[in-house]
């Protein structure tokens, strides 16, 4: 599978990021993918969960936030977070030499990258994929995480486990009716905010990797 480590340019203020183009031949869509807080774009998750959508014949276009590529582990600002979302999703559609696009990624990096579309739609972008979105902190409640979803111009699939401590799944439940028919929720039985699921459940997290990757790539085919 061809692989091109890649730069991104944000701004002049917050320079450029690194990024990780991976195209396999007859490719029918490129999503653009945002790692979570606590790991960048080479966390053993998203290593595992690419060359399975690339089987598919999506192509993946992952990237880091500036505090990452920093080797920090505290956030960057919203604006720096937003202002690289939309830098990627530009390099993405740039790209992608017209296949279809979309955007989305691992926990936090989801929810920026909707964010983002809430304040201005992600030009080129056909829909957002999160995988385990953040609705809330652990051992909390509330859906207000959420609402800037209605802003959202573009149709969403929202990947969640059952065993998710940021996202009660009744809540997202309520989450994406209210937001129907734009969005879709695929619950991963017995997964973890990580999707990792326990040996009792007779079930393994490639099996796991596979249901994600099934799912993300139907969404794909199903909007592009």
Do not use: W
């Not at 998750?45 to 936030?65: G, I, K, M, N, S």
């Not at 609402?147 to 994406?176: E, K, N, W, Y």
Request: glycine letters at 10%; proline letters at 4%.
């Amino acid at each position: 599978m061809p692989t091109k480590d890649v730069r991104i340019f944000v701004d002049d203020a917050i320079g450029e990021v690194s990024g990780i183009l991976e195209r396999p031949r007859g490719a029918t869509a490129l999503y653009v993918l945002a790692h979570g807080a606590g790991a960048g774009m080479r966390h053993a998750f998203l290593e595992a969960l690419v060359p399975r959508l690339a089987e598919r014949r999506v192509a993946t276009l992952r990237y880091q936030f500036p505090y990452m590529e920093k080797g920090s582990r505290r956030p960057d600002s919203r604006r720096v977070l937003l202002a690289t979302v939309r830098a990627a999703v530009a390099r993405g559609v740039t790209t992608a030499r017209n296949l279809p696009v979309f955007a989305g990624g691992k926990s936090m990096g989801g929810r920026m990258t909707s964010l983002a579309a809430s304040d201005e739609a992600l030009d080129g972008v056909r829909g957002i994929v999160f995988l385990g979105f953040p609705l809330h902190a652990a051992g909390k409640s509330g859906i207000e995480r959420a609402d800037h979803l209605r802003a959202v111009g573009v149709p969403m699939c929202f990947l969640q486990g059952t065993r998710d401590s940021l996202a009660d799944l009744g809540s997202m439940r309520v989450v994406c009716e209210e937001l129907a028919p734009r969005a879709h929720l695929h619950v991963v039985e017995g997964g973890d905010h990580s999707f990792h699921v326990l040996k009792r459940s007779g079930r393994t997290d490639d099996e796991v990797q596979d249901e994600i990757a099934d799912e993300v790539a139907a969404f794909v085919a199903k909007v592009g």
